[in-house]
DNA sequence: ACTGAATAAAAATTCAAG
DNA sequence: CTTGAATTTTTATTCAGT
């Protein structure tokens, strides 16, 4: 599994569902079979320029600062 | 001083400035006289909907989603 | 260069109080 | 309802290893 796949994975999840924390992320990673740790996903979000947004409800939300 | 106005300074703040961390968002809000604290910023931002954003050079930034 | 484990640092929440 | 202190939770980084 190269970095770039993973990372693909990441951008589609966190617009697919409403991921709320790094460790949501690693679960439903590591659910499609793709081992991965909280360190790296950090590294991830950050290489993608993600960010955690607060929502009306009171939660956050992962999401790409463009939409 | 209202919570109102504290975070309209919170805003111009992060637009005039990069602040990287909410304790950098503390220190500038006490030098300009508002006595305030990591918590109640926490919660600023939460309500004012704004993100973290990763630079390119690889810091961070807080900023407003749109822009 | 990339990663995970451990750690440090930062941020969110709880809880008590004004 | 708003806040700060303390705490918990989450995230970023360090450091060692590959």
Redesign the interface.
């Known amino acids: 599994m190269t970095r770039r796949q993973r990372e693909r994975a990441v951008l589609e999840l966190i617009q697919s569902q409403p991921i709320k924390n790094q460790q949501h992320l690693v679960s439903e990673l590591l659910s499609r079979g793709l081992e991965v740790t909280q360190a790296t996903v950090s590294r991830d979000?950050?290489?993608?320029?993600?960010?955690?947004?607060?929502q009306p409800d009171?939660s956050y939300r992962y999401a790409s600062?463009q939409g």
């Open positions: 979000i950050k290489r993608l320029g993600l960010v955690k947004v607060p009171g600062p």
